[in-house]
């Protein structure tokens, strides 16, 4: 029986993806762009405020070397604040059609902020050890939090053309409720990202802290 919910879920995942897969691929590409362009930036950034971000990032090392406990709770609550309001955000753009170009600027931002975190990372601790930081800290937690941001965008892209395409008061009415069910349900997968980021990612950091 629970094979076969899996399986179901699946094949309503597949489709999904496979009935917007244009709009995932625009999704996506902006998301890779704003990668990109993270990297670039701490490729050409200046030596003065790269010197400040490592002696920042190696006091923030050392500091969490010295904890003796982390307060999860306090953590998990911030973290579950920051991806309420992003899930709120997008589903409220997404729900007005002069909203959509902010989508797509909260998608380029999130990649922008993957890349030059994941590159700053590297470029201070060296490729080794910057990649494995990086595994560490971001890998679990994005496994669910990317998809579910570029689903929610995917979501008010479809929204907005829906409502251009049929423009009566009943449509837009249910392509909204849609939108929000929908939302809804990737905001509890960016909620179960908060869980694994608290309990998994921070735990597993201050396993292996000692060897960056």
């Known amino acids: 029986m629970k094979e076969k919910r899996q399986f179901r879920l699946l094949k309503m995942i597949k489709e999904h993806v496979l009935n ?23 490729n050409n950034m200046q030596e003065t405020p790269k010197t400040e971000i490592t002696n920042y990032l190696n006091q923030f090392i050392e500091k969490f070397k010295g904890l003796d406990s982390i307060n999860n709770i306090e953590l998990l609550k ?7 309001l992003l899930a709120v955000t ?34 201070i601790m060296g490729l080794g050890k910057g990649i494995s930081f990086v595994l560490v800290t971001l890998l679990l937690q994005n496994i669910l939090f990317i998809p579910a941001i570029l689903a929610l965008a995917v979501s008010g892209t479809k929204l907005y053309k829906s409502i251009v395409k049929d423009k009566r008061k009943e449509n837009i009415k249910l392509e909204i409720l849609r939108h ?12 179960m990202a908060s869980v694994i980021e608290i309990f998994m990612s921070t735990n597993l950091l201050k396993l292996v802290i000692k060897y960056f």
């Open 180 to 191: 929000t069910i929908f939302s809804v349900i990737m905001l509890i997968i960016l909620l």
């Open 78 to 84: 911030n973290s579950i604040t920051q991806n309420v």
């Open 90 to 123: 997008i589903w409220f753009f997404g729900t007005t059609v002069i909203g959509i170009p902010i989508v797509f600027a909260i998608i380029l931002y999130r990649g922008f902020c993957l890349g030059y975190t994941i590159s700053l990372c590297i470029a």
């Open 20 to 42: 917007n897969k244009k709009e995932y691929c625009i999704i996506f590409l902006v998301f890779v762009i704003g990668i990109f362009s993270g990297v670039f930036y701490i």
